[in-house]
């Protein structure tokens, strides 16, 4: 789910290579300042989703995205449509990277693609790099600036963008609940007992609609690319799912992906080793929220029910993994055991929803 330096690189894994002769030629007639000199392919080893690979031509690099291989849901890996929020958002929005040229001629890459802008800096996911020497007061700071990049995204006043033309933030909520239950149920492949119980408890408790402003809806440490000291936001990526709508459900979706040193196993391995958010110094999600509602002024009591619709989500997206796997359109071995992963989601999910006391 995520691209971006500096993950590290690969070689393309097989059967994900690019045309390297039709790229090329592509990238020369869109950049003409480029020599034709030899084109590099490398892929970013991280992410679960969409493919990410990085070019490089002479001194020039780039970061082309596409849709994963094989059958994709309806309206999902939308490749134009994210070049289209980057190019609103970029403007109004630093840490956005620059998109450069959208094409969808599948003739070229066997899918729809954009090349978009390669930022440098930190990058960090489940370690931090071995050259940087990590405090807790660093990973405070990083916590710090987390929240105040999410305030200031939701702060951005939406109706000077486009954007609304590809939303709909009206009873944004409600939508949102009932589109993932018919995911879930596209991608099933066992039954899991305790689903019902949850999408029940999530369609009983909709909250109303106060709010609308853009939100990234993927909003998490491993998408985010920091300076060298740390203080600092330098680039947000993976904006596939952003759209317009209430921003506690992008607060509910950070914190569905912010792990802290007291969660559960499940949670903590869930995706394999732990992220860094567990070390001393991080923020809990008690700490992310109330500062959230500080700087933004929002309120925030009902957070409970997007932590819990936002754990079922995560549990959707990952059965859609899982099952592409179990179909036979991926055979990365990463995904073997997502079943079991989307099943513990599910079952925070329904202890988000009790805890609300709801």
């Known amino acids: 789910?995520?691209?971006?330096?500096?993950?590290?690189?690969?070689?393309?894994?097989?059967?994900?290579?690019?045309?390297?002769?039709?790229?090329?030629?592509?990238?020369?007639?869109?950049?003409?300042?480029?020599?034709?000199?030899?084109?590099?392919?490398?892929?970013?080893?991280?992410?679960?989703?969409?493919?990410?690979?990085?070019?490089?031509?002479?001194?020039?690099?780039?970061?082309?995205?596409?849709?994963?291989?094989?059958?994709?849901?309806?309206?999902?890996?939308?490749?134009?449509?994210?070049?289209?929020i980057l190019s609103e958002v970029q403007p109004l929005f630093e840490a956005t990277p620059i998109p450069y040229v959208f094409s969808d001629n599948e003739e070229i890459v066997g899918s729809p693609f954009f090349i978009m802008e390669r930022k440098r800096g930190e990058?960090?996911?489940?370690?931090?790099?071995?050259h940087l020497d990590v405090t807790p007061e660093m990973c405070g700071r990083i916590s710090k600036e987390m929240v105040s990049k999410l305030v200031e995204l939701h702060s951005i006043d939406h109706t000077k963008t486009t954007l609304h033309e590809i939303s709909r933030p009206e009873h944004f909520m409600e939508r949102q609940v009932?589109?993932?239950?018919?995911?879930?149920?596209?991608?099933?492949?066992?039954?899991?007992?305790?689903?019902?119980?949850?999408?029940?408890?999530?369609?009983?408790?909709?909250?109303?609609?106060?709010?609308?402003?853009?939100i990234h809806y993927d909003f998490k440490l491993n998408n985010a690319m920091f300076s060298n000291d740390l203080t600092s936001m330098l680039g947000l990526f993976d904006w596939e799912m952003a759209t317009v709508g209430d921003p506690l459900a992008d607060l509910g979706v950070a914190m569905g992906?912010?792990?802290?040193?007291?969660?559960?196993?499940?949670?903590?391995?869930?995706?394999?080793?732990?992220?860094?958010?567990?070390?001393?110094?991080?923020y809990s999600r008690r700490q992310f929220i109330e500062e959230y509602a500080r700087k933004s002024g929002r309120d925030v009591n009902h957070i409970h029910f997007y932590l819990s619709f936002a754990y079922f989500k995560l549990a959707v997206i990952v059965q859609q993994i899982y099952y592409r796997f179990k179909m036979g359109q991926t055979k990365d071995a990463r995904f073997s055991r997502f079943d079991r992963f989307a099943e513990s989601l599910i079952t925070l999910g329904n202890q988000a929803a009790f805890n609300s006391k709801e």
């Open 1 to 84: 789910m995520t691209e971006q330096v500096e993950y590290e690189t690969v070689s393309v894994r097989k059967g994900e290579e690019l045309n390297e002769s039709r790229l090329k030629d592509f990238l020369l007639e869109h950049f003409p300042f480029l020599q034709p000199e030899e084109l590099s392919i490398k892929q970013f080893s991280a992410g679960h989703s969409n493919l990410t690979y990085l070019l490089s031509m002479g001194k020039w690099e780039g970061v082309l995205r596409r849709p994963p291989l094989g059958p994709v849901a309806p309206k999902a890996h939308d490749m134009k449509r994210e070049f289209r």
């Open 123 to 130: 990058v960090f996911d489940t370690s931090f790099p071995p």
């Open 178 to 214: 009932y589109g993932w239950i018919n995911r879930y149920e596209r991608a099933k492949t066992s039954e899991i007992r305790e689903v019902n119980h949850l999408t029940q408890w999530l369609i009983k408790n909709v909250p109303e609609n106060a709010e609308s402003t853009i």
């Open 257 to 282: 992906y912010w792990i802290q040193q007291d969660d559960p196993e499940l949670l903590k391995f869930g995706l394999g080793k732990p992220p860094v958010t567990t070390m001393d110094g991080f």
